[in-house]
């Protein structure tokens, strides 16, 4: 099997399978503007979001190191931030905080006095790396270029026993090939943390893990009585769907665990953390320099991203409802089979083709909390 695709080689050594411009607001009051931008562009696409105004601390922190992600992520030509002048947010502050591995620029509503200057010099701005985005052609790329996220959702036991050895399959194949893989390390994964922390040689991640897997960091008070507290930790189906799920990340060295927005520093399986909301955890694989995420579910999701193709991947079920929404179907076919099949979609979808989502255009962005905002 050929494990290459057509692509987009970046400046940096990343490779892009989409050649997107970004318009990204620093700030919520700057959303309007930027989609406004976007729509008036060819290959422009609006990251707008509710955050960016008063934030403090590590709220703050987040915000800001996702918007940089994103405006980063490989799939994205160029990237033009729009700010509106007074947030916390600062335009300025994030240029200062993204790599020059492509075109960036900024600007301002109050800068530039009010919306309807701000929206023409974006435009302008904008219209001038679509045509340059258009003239570029793929070229025949390594996978070692690529990142992948995968994301498990809404999975069930049925679905897992039947969709963890395919899974798990594919992340192999895909590390041993050179590229990167970004599982992501949801509540439902926790209880598998200290079967996860064998898997790595650095101390600091397999304790990490085995604190995870402990229950310390989802300990909650179950019963209050005559004055004392008592702990529930994870119960035994939690337990039993943690190890299933741990099955999809195959039998690779875990190299790392990921924060948010956090880039892995070495080639191979990194676990990175992911909030329970789809929109939310995909933005954060995208922030994290994702190519490409396979979400693995019980059946297709409603929702994907706006910077990173979403290849849904579900079992074989009698109800075919949500048929329309999935890229792959795991049968019982040998695994063998089915992991090539599922790579040489995932190839297929980095060369250009759209997945479902991207055909229905379903994709969002949102940046989670960590704190109060104000």
């Not at 099955?247 to 329970?276: C, F, N, R, W």
Request: with cysteine; proline share 4%; hydrophobic share 40%.
């Amino acid at each position: 099997m050929d494990y290459s695709f057509n692509g987009y080689k970046r400046n940096d050594g990343k490779a892009g399978i989409r050649n997107h411009i970004g318009v990204i607001c620093s700030v919520v009051c700057s959303s309007v503007v930027a989609r406004e931008i976007a729509e008036k562009v060819p290959g422009a696409v609006p990251f707008v979001h509710g955050n960016g105004c008063a934030q403090l601390g590590d709220d703050f922190k987040l915000t800001k190191n996702m918007v940089a992600g994103v405006a980063d992520n490989p799939n994205l030509y160029a990237s033009l931030l729009v700010g509106l002048g007074c947030e916390t947010n600062q335009v300025s502050g994030l240029l200062e905080s993204i790599p020059k591995n492509k075109p960036i620029k900024g600007i301002g509503i109050q800068q530039l006095a009010g919306g309807g200057n701000t929206i023409n010099r974006g435009v302008e701005i904008a219209e001038q790396w679509s045509r340059e985005a258009a003239s570029q052609q793929r070229k025949r790329l390594p996978i070692s270029s690529l990142s992948v996220g995968i994301l498990p959702v809404d999975l069930d036991e049925d679905s897992l026993e039947k969709a963890a050895p395919v899974i798990g399959g594919v992340v192999d194949r895909l590390v041993e090939h050179g590229a990167n893989v970004l599982f992501g390390l949801s509540q439902s994964l926790e209880p598998a943390g200290l079967l996860l922390s064998q898997r790595s040689d650095d101390e600091e991640v397999s304790n990490r893990l085995k604190r995870a897997g402990e229950g310390l960091q989802r300990r909650r008070w179950k019963e209050v009585s005559n004055g004392s507290l008592s702990l529930d930790n994870f119960s035994e189906p939690e337990q039993t769907l943690a190890r299933l799920e741990a099955e999809m990340t195959g039998i690779q060295t875990i190299k790392s665990v990921l924060g948010y927005s956090e880039i892995p520093a070495d080639k191979g399986l990194h676990l990175i953390t992911v909030p329970t909301n789809i929109v939310e955890a995909l933005s954060n694989m995208a922030s994290s320099g994702c190519n490409l995420v396979l979400i693995v579910s019980n059946r297709g999701v409603l929702t994907g991203s706006l910077a990173l193709p979403c290849m849904t991947i579900a079992p074989q079920h009698q109800n075919e409802a949500f048929d329309e929404l999935i890229d792959y179907t795991v049968t019982s076919e040998p695994v063998s089979l089915q992991v090539e099949a599922v790579i040489s979609e995932f190839l297929e979808i980095c060369s250009g083709k759209q997945t479902c989502l991207e055909q229905l255009e379903l994709g969002e962005f949102s940046i989670p909390h960590v704190g109060t905002t104000f």
